[in-house]
């Protein structure tokens, strides 16, 4: 697979390219936004690695861009644990993941994998966790292998959920991506499809993060 | 004597007593000398207008007899002598005093003080004497007369003093109420409403001095920190990523269990770089512009960060409080590492299995965040000191740096609020409470 990383700080880039090309990916390096930028215009990547924080032109800002280029490659993005304002944006600007720095290279390797296999080209990227693969297009969802039946409310929850696995997704976000402007939701709603989806591929993969929401457990 | 009051008062009243007494004894003096001229005068005027009363030379010792009445309060003792020298006594103690040259002496006799006048007159000798106590008694009298309102006037003058002392001190005592009623971090310089007097003028410019070089140096040290913390955390992570890398392609030639530990140092290490960063940043109070914000998004947002540490512990973390925004006025970057701060502390300190709960709730007087963990909580007599930084409980447990809660403290008193700790009624563990925080309409 082909990955730009886009970091600012040689050190660490370094150490990235190096994890990345041991697990068999070809990593270009840029330093800067505006390097980012060239090399998006330049050649296909099928994941970009996005550190915010970057001289010359704001990640967010090269994100913002190369969505509006037309540019559909999943993007993750690497941020300081202490700007969480730059995380809802980067998600809002069109990131499709995100990792809270320092992170780990298992987890960034994880993470490369899974958004990966949202392949570049094909009408709508897959989307994979663990023992569990999405098809968005095809409406087929394979847990180890076995086709299960999702009810479509289901299917489209477990979508979302899948879409960002590391982000706990509130009742209102969830209640956007399941209805429709206008639609009438029930108070529990919610809770009443993610008890019917646990049944299907079991409770342990959805988490309850009390209070909050739900997301995606971790990948084993 | 430690207080100008008090040296003032005193030195002020005894200066008063002493010029009084100095004044009594001088007027006293004065009065006696005029009194002594008095005196003499009289002695001298009985002595010149002594009636020759008998020719026959008998002693007329009748103290009452004649015209002599007035003079017997004046204790005058008088005596003639006739043209032949014989003794004629008009008293009867002045029959043994002896016969002077004429003119004034001072003469000590019959173990008294006397003052005696004498003058030759063409056909006799008068000596009039009179005790010199007498003109010194008239004297005390008429000093302590005019003393005596002195006296009187000496509690009014105790009270004008203190007034006056006061009145005079209260620039100071203002300026040490106004620098006693700063807080600690406050290094602005002293300002007042009215003017300062010149005399101590000089002492509030010097404080202010001092203030304003103690806040310069106290800047450049947070700033060197911050510098410091953030220059360190890139290589730091570079670091991390560095072992874990090498340790993936075997290339460290140590055993798992060794590159595990040196990688949880290193963890530790990054964990305490990101606790000086925030609380550098919370000194500084940099970035803090207040906002609308709301607390329910933010807390989910931590809340949802540390869901996966309190997974894979199996630790139940939740969120209680009210359903929808909850918008308070603060500084989002500052409330997210207290929020960050107090999790990851209620995590460290909770064993695996157990429940930490993040309560919002809306109380009458602001917005109240609470975590309550269920680990074994804070020994009373340590509640006190661990926002102290660097402050490691006796028992303390895990990776902690120490600079957690006094972060937390840190960003609660930017929000004119405070950190407060306690522990649980119900079972061990701590709850640990940022009150008051300013709700905010949208």
Redesign the interface.
């Known amino acids: 697979m082909r990955l730009l990383l886009v970091e600012d700080d040689p050190m660490i880039a370094e150490t990235v390219q190096d994890a990345m090309r041991s697990a068999g990916h070809a990593v270009d390096w840029a330093a800067d936004g505006r390097a980012a930028e060239l090399s998006l215009g330049n050649a296909v990547y099928e994941l970009v690695l996005l550190d915010l924080g970057l001289p010359k032109q704001d990640g967010i800002e090269v994100l913002k861009r190369y969505r509006r280029s037309g540019g559909t490659s999943p993007v993750l993005i690497l941020t300081a644990r202490d700007a969480l304002a730059d995380r809802v944006q980067g998600l809002d600007a069109g990131a499709d993941d995100y990792l809270v720095k320092p992170f780990e290279l298992d987890e960034l390797a994880a993470r490369v994998r899974a958004l990966g296999r949202r392949r570049v080209g094909q009408a709508a990227p897959l989307y994979v966790h663990g023992a569990i693969t999405l098809d968005p297009s095809a409406h087929t969802v394979l847990l180890d292998g076995q086709s299960i039946d999702l009810l479509p409310r289901e299917f489209a929850l477990l979508a979302a959920l899948m879409e960002v696995p590391t982000h706990v997704f509130n009742r209102r976000e969830l209640e956007e991506k399941l209805y429709g402007w206008g639609d009438e939701v029930g108070s529990n709603t919610i809770e009443v499809h993610v008890h019917g989806l646990r049944r299907k591929i079991g409770a342990q993969r959805i988490v309850t993060v009390r209070g909050v929401g739900y997301r995606m457990a971790q990948a084993e | 004597m430690k207080s100008i009051r008090w040296r003032l008062i005193v030195w002020l009243v005894a200066g008063l007593v002493v010029l009084a007494l100095i004044a009594g004894y001088s007027l006293y003096r004065t009065a006696r000398n005029e009194a002594s001229e008095l005196f003499d005068y009289e002695l001298r005027t009985v002595a010149l207008s002594l009636p020759v009363t008998s020719e026959d030379g008998a002693p007329t010792d009748a103290p009452g007899s004649a015209d002599w009445g007035g003079l017997a309060e004046d204790r005058l003792v008088i005596q003639r002598w006739d043209g032949n020298n014989i003794a004629q006594y008009h008293n009867e103690v002045a029959r043994s005093m002896p016969r002077l040259t004429p003119g004034f002496h001072d003469k000590e006799w019959d173990e008294t003080h006397w003052r005696v006048y004498g003058i030759q007159l063409p056909d006799r000798y008068v000596q009039v004497a009179q005790p010199i106590a007498v003109r010194d008694s008239l004297a005390v009298g008429m000093a302590l007369k005019i003393i005596a309102p002195l006296w009187v006037l000496v509690p009014a003058i105790v009270l004008f003093v203190l007034w006056v002392v006061s009145k005079g001190l209260q620039p100071i005592s203002a300026i040490s109420r106004s620098v006693s009623q700063r807080s600690y971090e406050s290094l602005t310089p002293l300002s007042f409403d009215q003017p300062i007097p010149s005399e101590i003028a000089a002492l509030v410019n010097s404080l202010n001095d001092l203030l304003t070089r103690l806040d310069q140096a106290v800047a450049a040290q947070r700033v060197f920190v911050a510098n410091a913390a953030h220059e360190l955390?890139?290589?730091?992570?570079?670091l991390?990523?560095?072992l874990?890398?090498a340790n993936?392609?075997h290339a460290l030639g140590a055993d798992s269990a060794i590159a595990a530990k040196l990688e949880g140092r290193l963890n530790r290490l990054?964990h305490l770089v990101?606790q000086l960063?925030?609380l550098a940043?919370a000194d500084a109070g940099q970035g803090n512009t207040m906002n609308v914000i709301d607390i329910r998004a933010?807390t989910?947002?931590?809340?949802?960060?540390y869901?996966?540490t309190a997974?894979?512990r199996g630790i139940?973390?939740?969120?209680?409080?009210p359903d929808g925004p909850l918008l308070v006025h603060g500084d989002?970057?500052g409330l997210?590492?207290l929020m960050?701060n107090l999790v990851d502390n209620a995590l460290r300190h909770t064993p695996d299995g157990g429940a930490v709960d993040?309560r919002l709730c809306r109380e009458p007087d602001g917005v109240a965040l609470e975590v309550i963990d269920s680990g074994c909580g804070i020994p009373r007599e340590e509640l006190e000191k661990v926002t102290t930084r660097f402050y490691r409980g006796t028992d303390a447990v895990g990776q902690g740096s120490g600079l957690g809660l006094s972060i937390v403290s840190r960003v609660a008193e930017r929000h004119h609020t405070r950190l407060t700790l306690e522990n649980r009624s119900d079972r061990t563990g701590l709850i640990a409470r940022v009150a008051h925080l300013t709700p905010a309409s949208s």
């Open positions: 955390r890139s290589p730091l992570a570079a991390k990523l560095q874990q890398h993936q392609q990054i990101q960063l925030d940043r933010l989910e947002q931590v809340v949802g960060d869901s996966f997974e894979s139940d973390l939740g969120l209680v409080g989002s970057t997210t590492m960050v993040v």
